[in-house]
Protein backbone atom coordinates (compact mmCIF):
# COMPACT_ATOMS: atom_id res chain seq x y z
CA UNK A 1 0.00 0.00 0.00
CA UNK A 2 2.79 2.48 0.80
CA UNK A 3 4.44 2.04 -2.64
CA UNK A 4 1.11 3.28 -4.25
CA UNK A 5 1.34 6.53 -1.85
CA UNK A 6 -1.96 5.89 0.18
CA UNK A 7 0.30 6.22 3.18
CA UNK A 8 -1.20 9.02 5.81
CA UNK A 9 -3.45 10.15 3.45
CA UNK A 10 -6.90 11.18 3.84
CA UNK A 11 -9.12 9.67 1.15
CA UNK A 12 -11.87 12.15 0.67
CA UNK A 13 -15.07 9.89 -0.06
CA UNK A 14 -17.88 13.66 -1.00
CA UNK A 15 -15.78 16.62 -1.36
CA UNK A 16 -11.92 17.75 -2.60
CA UNK A 17 -11.79 14.99 -5.55
CA UNK A 18 -9.48 16.10 -8.34
CA UNK A 19 -10.22 14.60 -11.49
CA UNK A 20 -7.68 13.22 -14.01
CA UNK A 21 -7.43 13.25 -17.59
CA UNK A 22 -4.86 10.13 -18.18
CA UNK A 23 -4.45 6.86 -20.37
CA UNK A 24 -4.00 3.88 -18.85
CA UNK A 25 -4.43 0.67 -20.06
CA UNK A 26 -4.25 1.92 -23.82
CA UNK A 27 -7.28 4.28 -23.18
CA UNK A 28 -7.97 8.01 -22.51
CA UNK A 29 -10.11 7.97 -18.88
CA UNK A 30 -11.45 10.73 -17.21
CA UNK A 31 -10.86 9.47 -13.43
CA UNK A 32 -12.98 11.24 -10.68
CA UNK A 33 -10.43 11.38 -8.22
CA UNK A 34 -5.99 10.89 -7.93
CA UNK A 35 -6.95 7.67 -5.56
CA UNK A 36 -8.83 6.19 -8.67
CA UNK A 37 -5.94 7.12 -10.98
CA UNK A 38 -3.33 5.19 -8.67
CA UNK A 39 -5.61 2.22 -8.31
CA UNK A 40 -5.89 2.12 -11.98
CA UNK A 41 -1.65 2.68 -12.84
CA UNK A 42 -1.60 -0.18 -9.81
CA UNK A 43 -4.06 -2.60 -11.43
CA UNK A 44 -1.77 -1.70 -15.13
CA UNK A 45 1.34 -2.90 -13.30
CA UNK A 46 -0.31 -6.02 -12.37
CA UNK A 47 -1.93 -6.72 -15.53
CA UNK A 48 1.91 -6.39 -17.13
CA UNK A 49 3.24 -9.00 -14.55
CA UNK A 50 0.67 -11.23 -15.95
CA UNK A 51 -0.85 -11.73 -12.15
CA UNK A 52 -4.55 -10.20 -13.42
CA UNK A 53 -5.57 -11.05 -17.18
CA UNK A 54 -7.30 -7.17 -17.88
CA UNK A 55 -9.33 -4.79 -16.09
CA UNK A 56 -11.90 -2.11 -16.86
CA UNK A 57 -12.72 1.47 -15.05
CA UNK A 58 -16.86 1.70 -14.62
CA UNK A 59 -17.51 -1.39 -16.89
CA UNK A 60 -20.92 -2.06 -15.79
CA UNK A 61 -23.81 -0.86 -13.75
CA UNK A 62 -25.93 -3.05 -11.56
CA UNK A 63 -29.82 -2.14 -10.99
CA UNK A 64 -31.31 -3.36 -7.88
CA UNK A 65 -35.65 -3.49 -7.69
CA UNK A 66 -35.40 -1.90 -4.60
CA UNK A 67 -35.43 1.60 -2.62
CA UNK A 68 -32.09 2.63 -1.94
CA UNK A 69 -29.34 2.33 -3.81
CA UNK A 70 -31.20 1.90 -7.49
CA UNK A 71 -28.05 1.22 -8.60
CA UNK A 72 -24.32 1.07 -7.99
CA UNK A 73 -21.53 1.06 -10.56
CA UNK A 74 -18.12 -0.27 -9.15
CA UNK A 75 -15.02 1.62 -9.84
CA UNK A 76 -13.19 -0.93 -11.51
CA UNK A 77 -14.13 -4.89 -13.06
CA UNK A 78 -10.99 -7.01 -12.88
CA UNK A 79 -11.10 -9.89 -15.35
CA UNK A 80 -9.02 -13.29 -14.74
CA UNK A 81 -9.48 -15.49 -17.27
CA UNK A 82 -12.96 -15.36 -17.29
CA UNK A 83 -14.57 -14.55 -20.97
CA UNK A 84 -17.08 -11.58 -20.98
CA UNK A 85 -20.45 -11.83 -22.46
CA UNK A 86 -20.04 -9.13 -25.26
CA UNK A 87 -21.94 -5.96 -24.48
CA UNK A 88 -24.13 -5.81 -27.63
CA UNK A 89 -27.58 -7.31 -28.55
CA UNK A 90 -27.22 -10.62 -30.10
CA UNK A 91 -27.96 -10.13 -33.57
CA UNK A 92 -30.69 -13.62 -33.46
CA UNK A 93 -33.11 -11.22 -32.00
CA UNK A 94 -33.21 -9.31 -34.89
CA UNK A 95 -33.57 -11.56 -37.13
CA UNK A 96 -36.69 -12.73 -35.57
CA UNK A 97 -37.65 -9.85 -34.02
CA UNK A 98 -41.70 -10.57 -35.33
CA UNK A 99 -41.61 -13.91 -33.45
CA UNK A 100 -39.96 -12.60 -30.20
CA UNK A 101 -42.34 -9.67 -30.41
CA UNK A 102 -45.64 -12.16 -30.92
CA UNK A 103 -44.50 -14.66 -28.64
CA UNK A 104 -44.45 -11.73 -25.89
CA UNK A 105 -47.33 -10.41 -26.86
CA UNK A 106 -49.16 -13.55 -26.84
CA UNK A 107 -48.19 -13.86 -22.73
CA UNK A 108 -44.94 -15.48 -22.82
CA UNK A 109 -42.13 -14.21 -20.21
CA UNK A 110 -38.48 -12.60 -21.30
CA UNK A 111 -36.96 -16.31 -19.39
CA UNK A 112 -39.15 -18.07 -21.74
CA UNK A 113 -38.30 -16.51 -25.07
CA UNK A 114 -34.53 -16.12 -23.94
CA UNK A 115 -33.94 -20.00 -22.83
CA UNK A 116 -35.21 -20.82 -26.54
CA UNK A 117 -32.96 -18.32 -28.15
CA UNK A 118 -29.98 -18.63 -26.44
CA UNK A 119 -29.82 -15.07 -24.96
CA UNK A 120 -29.73 -13.80 -21.82
CA UNK A 121 -33.24 -12.66 -19.75
CA UNK A 122 -31.57 -8.83 -20.06
CA UNK A 123 -30.85 -9.00 -23.29
CA UNK A 124 -34.95 -9.97 -23.99
CA UNK A 125 -35.54 -7.26 -22.02
CA UNK A 126 -34.12 -5.01 -23.51
CA UNK A 127 -34.53 -5.61 -26.72
CA UNK A 128 -38.28 -5.59 -26.02
CA UNK A 129 -37.47 -2.09 -24.29
CA UNK A 130 -36.19 -0.83 -27.84
CA UNK A 131 -39.71 -2.01 -29.65
CA UNK A 132 -41.75 0.01 -26.96
CA UNK A 133 -43.77 -2.96 -26.12
CA UNK A 134 -42.22 -3.61 -22.33
CA UNK A 135 -44.88 -4.82 -19.63
CA UNK A 136 -44.84 -2.19 -16.41
CA UNK A 137 -44.85 -5.59 -14.96
CA UNK A 138 -43.79 -9.35 -15.45
CA UNK A 139 -46.16 -11.94 -16.16
CA UNK A 140 -46.22 -15.31 -14.72
CA UNK A 141 -45.88 -18.60 -17.41
CA UNK A 142 -48.74 -19.62 -18.94
CA UNK A 143 -50.52 -22.56 -17.15
CA UNK A 144 -54.34 -22.99 -18.60
CA UNK A 145 -54.42 -24.69 -22.29
CA UNK A 146 -58.08 -25.67 -23.46
CA UNK A 147 -58.36 -27.32 -26.84
CA UNK A 148 -61.25 -29.60 -26.94
CA UNK A 149 -64.25 -28.16 -28.33
CA UNK A 150 -65.92 -30.11 -26.58
CA UNK A 151 -63.94 -29.05 -23.57
CA UNK A 152 -64.30 -25.53 -24.42
CA UNK A 153 -68.40 -25.80 -24.49
CA UNK A 154 -68.64 -27.73 -21.06
CA UNK A 155 -66.65 -25.04 -19.63
CA UNK A 156 -68.65 -22.25 -21.12
CA UNK A 157 -71.73 -23.68 -19.54
CA UNK A 158 -70.36 -24.02 -16.40
CA UNK A 159 -69.22 -20.30 -16.46
CA UNK A 160 -72.73 -19.56 -17.75
CA UNK A 161 -74.49 -21.14 -14.70
CA UNK A 162 -72.42 -21.43 -12.15
CA UNK A 163 -69.18 -18.99 -12.96
CA UNK A 164 -67.89 -15.01 -11.99
CA UNK A 165 -65.42 -12.98 -14.23
CA UNK A 166 -64.46 -10.54 -12.01
CA UNK A 167 -62.45 -6.84 -12.80
CA UNK A 168 -61.02 -5.20 -9.81
CA UNK A 169 -58.97 -2.75 -10.79
CA UNK A 170 -55.86 -3.58 -13.39
CA UNK A 171 -56.68 -7.25 -12.71
CA UNK A 172 -59.49 -9.99 -13.79
CA UNK A 173 -60.33 -13.42 -12.31
CA UNK A 174 -62.87 -15.96 -13.50
CA UNK A 175 -64.12 -18.00 -10.30
CA UNK A 176 -66.49 -21.05 -10.92
CA UNK A 177 -68.68 -22.14 -7.64
CA UNK A 178 -69.34 -26.21 -7.29
CA UNK A 179 -69.70 -29.02 -4.67
CA UNK A 180 -68.71 -31.44 -7.05
CA UNK A 181 -65.35 -32.93 -6.57
CA UNK A 182 -65.13 -34.46 -9.85
CA UNK A 183 -66.08 -30.68 -11.39
CA UNK A 184 -63.64 -29.05 -9.85
CA UNK A 185 -60.93 -31.74 -10.62
CA UNK A 186 -61.88 -31.59 -14.35
CA UNK A 187 -61.52 -27.89 -14.38
CA UNK A 188 -58.01 -27.73 -12.76
CA UNK A 189 -56.52 -30.04 -15.15
CA UNK A 190 -56.73 -26.91 -17.50
CA UNK A 191 -55.00 -24.85 -14.54
CA UNK A 192 -55.93 -23.33 -12.15
CA UNK A 193 -56.60 -23.54 -8.22
CA UNK A 194 -59.21 -24.85 -6.42
CA UNK A 195 -60.07 -23.88 -2.78
CA UNK A 196 -62.01 -25.62 -0.09
CA UNK A 197 -64.15 -23.78 2.76
CA UNK A 198 -65.80 -25.05 5.46
CA UNK A 199 -69.34 -26.81 5.77
CA UNK A 200 -72.42 -24.49 5.18
CA UNK A 201 -74.89 -24.80 8.04
CA UNK A 202 -77.39 -27.24 6.89
CA UNK A 203 -74.68 -28.92 4.63
CA UNK A 204 -72.51 -31.70 4.74
CA UNK A 205 -70.61 -31.00 2.13
CA UNK A 206 -67.34 -28.39 1.78
CA UNK A 207 -67.49 -25.52 -0.82
CA UNK A 208 -65.53 -25.68 -3.89
CA UNK A 209 -64.33 -23.08 -5.98
CA UNK A 210 -62.57 -23.30 -9.00
CA UNK A 211 -60.62 -19.57 -9.40
CA UNK A 212 -58.02 -18.92 -12.61
CA UNK A 213 -55.99 -15.55 -11.78
CA UNK A 214 -53.04 -15.15 -13.47
CA UNK A 215 -53.20 -12.51 -16.47
CA UNK A 216 -51.97 -14.50 -19.14
CA UNK A 217 -53.91 -17.53 -18.59
CA UNK A 218 -57.57 -15.52 -17.83
CA UNK A 219 -56.87 -13.54 -21.26
CA UNK A 220 -56.44 -16.26 -23.47
CA UNK A 221 -59.00 -18.39 -21.68
CA UNK A 222 -61.55 -15.90 -22.34
CA UNK A 223 -60.60 -15.24 -26.50
CA UNK A 224 -61.45 -19.00 -26.46
CA UNK A 225 -64.65 -19.14 -25.00
CA UNK A 226 -66.45 -15.19 -25.50
CA UNK A 227 -67.44 -16.50 -29.38
CA UNK A 228 -70.02 -18.67 -27.42
CA UNK A 229 -70.90 -16.83 -24.60
CA UNK A 230 -74.06 -14.77 -24.38
CA UNK A 231 -75.89 -12.15 -22.15
CA UNK A 232 -74.56 -10.40 -19.25
CA UNK A 233 -71.33 -12.81 -19.43
CA UNK A 234 -70.04 -12.12 -23.35
CA UNK A 235 -70.22 -8.39 -22.16
CA UNK A 236 -68.40 -9.12 -19.04
CA UNK A 237 -65.39 -11.45 -21.04
CA UNK A 238 -65.17 -8.45 -23.68
CA UNK A 239 -64.99 -5.91 -21.03
CA UNK A 240 -61.90 -8.32 -19.22
CA UNK A 241 -59.81 -9.12 -22.77
CA UNK A 242 -59.93 -4.86 -23.06
CA UNK A 243 -58.72 -4.28 -19.56
CA UNK A 244 -55.64 -7.43 -19.49
CA UNK A 245 -55.02 -6.20 -23.64
CA UNK A 246 -54.34 -2.88 -22.39
CA UNK A 247 -52.57 -3.23 -19.18
CA UNK A 248 -50.06 -6.08 -20.49
CA UNK A 249 -50.25 -5.59 -23.88
CA UNK A 250 -51.65 -9.09 -25.16
CA UNK A 251 -52.73 -10.64 -27.82
CA UNK A 252 -54.31 -13.72 -29.03
CA UNK A 253 -52.99 -16.83 -31.37
CA UNK A 254 -53.25 -15.98 -34.82
Not at 94 to 107: L, P
Not at 230 to 237: D, I
Amino acid sequence: MSKMGFENKRIHTKYGNVTVDAVVNGVRVQFKSKLEYRWAQHLDMLKTAGEIKDFFYEFHTFRFNRDLPKEYTPDFLIRHNIPFRPNVRPKILDEFKDDVIGRYKRGENTKQIAVDYGVDRNTVSHFLNSAGIRRGQPLRVREFFINSDIDIGLFAGLLLGEGSIIIRGNSVRISIANNDINILGWLAKFGGRIHWSKPRRGSPNPSGVWNLSRAVDVFHCLNIIEPILFGKKKSMACAAIKVLRHNYGLEANS
